[in-house]
C-alpha cells in the first residue's frame, strides 16, 4: 500500500477526510488558499477548518457536481449543454490554477530556480511499490532522469489538481484535497500535468463519452484550459516531461494495487515511455 491511506466520505452538509498522517500541512494549504481567493468572484469557499485532535478536515458540502461527476455523464442528455459545461469548467479550472501559483510563487518569494530532482526522488522513494512494477529498463531511465532533471522556478502547489476534486457549475470553482507529504513548493508543471493526465485518461477509457471518439473535442476542452492558464508547453520542455512521467508513476498506485492488468496501467507505462524518450534536436 501507498504511504498516505485516506478516507474522505460525505454527510449531508459537509465533507470530511482523515489520513493515517497528519494532515496540519494539507489541511493550512487549504485553508490559505480559501483566504486568498476570498474576493475572487469565480470561487465559491467550503468554509475548510482542520480538528487537530481528531486529525480530520471538514469542509462544507459543495452543491456542485465534481468535474469527474460531468465528464462520466458522456453527454447524456444534452451533449451540446454538456460539452459547453465541460469547457466552462476546464477555463475555470485553468483561471484558478493560474492565481493558485501566482499566489504561491509571491509566498515563496521564490525569483530564482530550485531543485526539482530533490523533491521528486523523495517522492518516488516513498512508493517504492510502484517502481518494483515497472519494467527494468524504464525503471532505470525514469530514476536517472528524474536524478538529471534541470532546476525549476518552484511555487506552492496543490499536488492533486485533478477532475474529481474540482467542484463547478461552469460559473464558481471549489477545490479540495490539497498538498501531499514530501513537498509544500514544487514546479508548477506538477500541477498542470496532473490536470491534463487525468482528463485526458478519463475521456481516453470511457467507451461511450464522444471526447474518445472525437479527439477534437477533447483538444478544445484542454485549449481552454491553456488559454485561461497562459502557454507553458514551450517554457522548460525537459522539466515538463520528467514531471509529466512522474505523474503517471504516481497514477500507477491505484492500479498497482488493485490489477495490472487494467488497461489504464499499460496506458501509463506507454505514457512514460513516450515521455523519456529523447527529445528532437
Known sequence: MGPDHRNEFETGKFLYKQSDIGQSKQAKLCIDAEKFFENCDFYHPLNTVYVSNRNVIISRKSEYLRFQEQIALNG????????KQLNKVANLSGRWLKYYHEFGR??????GRESVSSPLLKYIDARKYILDALPSGLRNRFLESVRGCPDHFLTTVHSDFAPPNIFSDGEKISVIDFGVAEWTAMSPYWDIA???IYLTRENQFRMKSPLKWLPFLRARVLSNF?????????ADPKVWRICCASRHFALLSALVESNTADRRFSWHIDQMQKMLEPEPL
Open 76 to 83: 447524456f442528455p444534452n451533449p451540446i449543454s454538456w460539452y
Open 106 to 111: 509571491n509566498s515563496q518569494d521564490n525569483e
Open 194 to 196: 496532473t490536470f491534463v
Open 226 to 234: 491553456f488559454e485561461a492558464y497562459g502557454d507553458v508547453y514551450g
